[in-house]
Nanobody, 121 residues
């Protein structure tokens, strides 16, 4: 069993900051890509940022320069630092992890339960 537990969401004013965390626990041999996605009401889920096991990152254009993804491989945890938040960043944020359960297994994709981020005055 694998669990992804997210934390750090909440209500923040425009221009404010939040830091999301996602901890992976359970039967994990190694984790390749870890990422954050979001889904706003009435919209499709979109990739916000992801980071590989060696630290390569990719960002959605609209968050470049404002959001920073990072990971702590020793803790199997991924973070998303969100600065200069805008009302259009309001969404449920989900983390995901592509991982192997043992050395010769294939990679599986797991998702967290989501955490609400609301940017409003």
């Amino acid at each position: 069993q694998v669990q992804l537990v997210e934390s750090g969401g909440g209500l923040v004013q425009p221009g404010g900051s939040l830091r999301l965390s996602c901890a992976v626990s359970g039967s994990v041999f190694s984790i390749d890509v870890m990422g954050w996605h979001r889904q706003a009401p009435g919209k499709e889920r979109e990739l916000v940022a992801h980071i590989t096991s060696v630290g390569s990152t990719l960002y959605l254009d609209s968050v470049k320069g404002r959001f920073t993804i990072s990971r702590d491989n020793a803790k199997n945890t991924v973070y998303l630092q969100m600065n200069s938040l805008k009302p259009e960043d309001t969404a449920v944020y989900y983390c995901n992890a592509e991982l192997r359960h043992y050395v010769h297994s294939t990679y599986y994709d797991y998702w967290g339960q989501g955490t609400q981020v609301t940017v409003s005055s």
